[in-house]
């Protein structure tokens, strides 16, 4: 938690961009129970009540007043009987002061109020609901059928919170570069420890330890596998064979919540194969080029699309792309290979603030969102600006199921070497991410360097 100031000046900043009538609202999270009440899943707080309120604990909830400027903090002291089952815990008092709040009252009390602005007419402002208790919760006080209260979200509200969140301070910074150092360890354990004849779930085990071990735990559930091609896989069942590539995407959300979001794919062996090598190589330059190429003023879809080039450049040169380079992009070839976007905003959230818009986030009045295959998926592509903290994540995957359709389909075939392919569909995929922030100037990586050459990783592979 930071000192109580910064929460402070969070919600004096909000205040003046805010919605000036009204009430409000910002949710903190609840327990989720698993499969009965008292086994819940491992409790993540809210980030937008956590970046304005700093509080990490279940069950509160912030009203903010903009006719007075005043927040009040609501919640429940803690019984007798809680404190012989968890322990002694903060009173309202303490987290108030510690969140720079002098107003604080109960739960119910909360509540009431809200109903109460509800029953006359004033608006109540929140963001969008993305869990079933609050969607219910706030149908029940507004009176509303939860269809209503999905779209009667504030969308000034989530613009507002937007304008602050994607700004990182210096102390959010530092955090970052902890939640990333974190990540660095899980990934140099995986690379150092990962033998032939293990399952992937041995490695994800290491790797989610080391996690907890740095005081937080995993900031999305790690996809660590030799199936890199299922962009999203979180199966850890396979045995891992010489010979196969593993990619770990895998990050710690640190102590205070802070994600890191990190990807390397290193040989099973001690050595990438020359195939293997010729396709990270390439994967590689398009990470470094795009690296470099991150500045304010630039927009990230720019970036995307130097690595959309970079990656059909060096596909073209082994004879598995063809044609024009610039159409090929132009036209959507390369998503083939290369189906998702650069990156995304990261911060307390891997996919920073999606709850409140992805397009508010990543879009605006300059650039609006492609319904092209691949470039769809981009998250973000507006100008850079300092403070921007994101991901830089090419990669190249051989997704037989795709190529299959599309060969079928004879798409693109002007710049798809489709009988070359035949050799590569075994090979899985191939990511390298890293977490960035954007500088008045240029960029800074955020965190100690994790290997990533070959050489590196083959010395790593070999200790
Ligand atoms: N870890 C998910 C992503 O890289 O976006
Ligand atoms: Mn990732
Ligand atoms: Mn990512």
Known sequence: MFKSPTYHNRRQTLLRQAPAEGLILLFGNEESPMNYQDNVYPFRQDSNFLYFTGIMDPHHFLLIDPATGESTLYGDDLSLDHVVWMGAQPTMAEKAAAAGLEKWDTYAAGLAKIKQAATRQHPVHYLPPYRHDRLILLANCLEQPTAEVEKGFSEQLCKAIIGLRSYKSAEELREMEIAVNISRAMHLAAMKSCRPGQTEAAVAGIVEGLAVAGGGRLAYSCIGTINGHILHNHYHGNTIKDGQLYLLDAGASSPSQYAGDITRTFPVGQQFTSQQKEIYEVVLEAQEKTIAAVQPGRSFLDVHLLAAHTITQGLKALGLMKGDVAEAVQQGAHALFFPHGLGHMIGLDVHDMEDLNEDWIGYDETVQRSTQFGLK???????????????????????????????????HQDFINYPALEAYRQLGGIRIEDNLVVTPTAYEILGKPIPKTVTDIETLRQE
């Open 377 to 411: 998926s981009l998250r973000l592509a507006k100008k850079l600006e300092p403070g921007f903290a994101l991901t830089v994540e090419p990669g190249i995957y051989f997704i037989p199921a795709l190529i299959d359709q599309w060969a079928s389909n004879h798409q």
